[in-house]
């Protein structure tokens, strides 16, 4: 939302995963590349559904294997760009989120994630995380009735 970000030149089809155990706790990691915490995701592949690519980057993340139970919203806000530096790509959102149940695996880390952690609802307020993350993570414990469409 900042008047001063760049145009979006790509648009990219991406997955958030929000995993939560029997405990209610739900899995996030520390992205390498700001810090912040987030439910584990990233881009579709070509040749995968969008559901098979949230399984993937959950795996690749953080070492969950995971199964798709719902969809918790489609989050496509033109004005929330990411600027990738190294290419000089300017991404609109573009991301579905999907409740998913962990079915194995162990926490562990990736060159995408420097912390794999279960977290307790009542502990997410002391994680930082982008707006846009944080209002999915509360979407996915708010168990809506329908997904979110925005």
Known sequence: DDPNAPEANSLVPSVNVGVTNEDGEVLLIRRTDNENWA???GAM????TIAEA???ETREETG???EIVGLVGVY?????????????????????????RPTGGEPTTSSESSEV???APSDLDRYPMHPSMRQRVEHLLEQRSAPFIG
Request: hydrophobic content about 35%; charged content about 20%; some cysteine.
């Open 39 to 41: 439910l584990p995701g």
């Open 64 to 66: 969950i294997e995971c």
């Open 117 to 119: 952690r279960w977290v």
């Open 45 to 48: 592949d070509i040749g995968e």
């Open 76 to 100: 496509t806000n033109p004005s929330h760009v990411m600027l990738y530096t190294s290419n000089g790509e300017v991404r609109q959102e573009c991301s579905l989120v999907f409740a998913a």
């Open 54 to 56: 949230g399984v993937r």
